[in-house]
């Protein structure tokens, strides 16, 4: 499984990005894909998922701002509004298959100016 990301960049505080995931290759069944994100010397955490079962999980720190969406379990879009330069972190995209497997994109870096 491969999964191809874009939509990173620059923006101000208060500013809006929307970050765009595809995957592609042989895959078993429904999955659950998402995102997470990793700041500068920290670890990286969850952000958002569309769950196997289709329901969508935040993390705290994003509710109300981030909205995830997905399409048949193989493409996701996370729309962020009301970024903070806290956000500032490479966001990277996550497809877990029904064997709980994990597969990561390649990152991509949200900056948050203040």
């Known amino acids: 499984v491969q999964l191809q990301a874009s939509g990173g960049g620059l923006v101000q505080f208060g500013g809006s990005l929307r970050l765009s995931c595809a995957a592609s290759?042989?895959?078993?069944?429904?999955?659950?894909m998402g995102w997470y994100r990793q700041a500068p010397g920290k670890q990286r955490e969850f952000v958002a998922e569309?769950?196997?079962?289709?329901?969508t999980n935040y993390a705290d720190s994003v509710k109300g701002r981030f909205t995830i969406s997905g399409d048949k379990r193989q493409s996701t879009v996370l729309q962020m509004n009301s970024l903070k330069p806290e956000d500032t972190a490479v966001y990277y995209c996550?497809?877990?298959?029904?064997?709980?497997?994990?597969?990561w994109g390649v990152g991509t870096l949200v900056t948050v100016s203040s």
């Open positions: 290759g042989t895959m078993f069944g429904r999955n659950a």
């Open positions: 569309v769950a196997i079962s289709g329901d």
């Open positions: 996550n497809l877990r298959d029904p064997r709980g497997i994990d597969y």
